[in-house]
């Protein structure tokens, strides 16, 4: 099983830009479908993006459909998240995850690696 590991949050203002890094290792990552999810303090953990195992297709949450980008770097072992236009309702805890199936699921419960999530925090 692969494990996971996110890097990039951060603090940033409303209309800014940050770029989260997710790191996988003890496995190749090519194998993989990988997204991020993020939770908000209070709410239910959600969807945001999938990438299936080459790259070549994506899926995204409709909140964050043409302001956040997801791909990867099968050479490096690791996926990003690159988030835009951000807008203090992205604040959350955005946790990588993936799934050694094929399909692009947007639901949690089928992913089986996840790190522990990196905080991200937009001010008004």
């Known amino acids: 099983q692969v494990q996971v590991a996110e890097s990039g949050g951060g603090l940033v203002q409303a209309g800014g830009s940050l770029r989260l890094s997710c790191a996988a290792s003890g496995r190749t990552v090519s194998s993989y479908v990988m997204a991020w999810f993020r939770q908000a303090p209070g709410k239910k953990r959600e969807f945001v993006a999938v990438?299936?195992?080459?790259?070549?297709?994506?899926t995204y949450a409709d909140s964050v459909k043409g302001r956040f980008t997801i791909s990867r770097d099968n050479a490096k072992n690791a996926m990003y998240l690159q988030m835009n236009s951000l807008r203090p309702e992205d604040t959350a805890l955005y946790y990588c995850?993936?799934?050694?199936?094929?399909?692009?699921?947007?639901?949690?419960?089928?992913?089986?690696?996840w790190g522990q999530g990196t905080q991200v925090t937009v001010s008004s």
């Open positions: 990438i299936n195992r080459s790259g070549t297709s994506t």
């Open positions: 995850a993936a799934n050694e199936a094929v399909a692009m699921y947007t639901t949690e419960h089928v992913y089986e690696s």
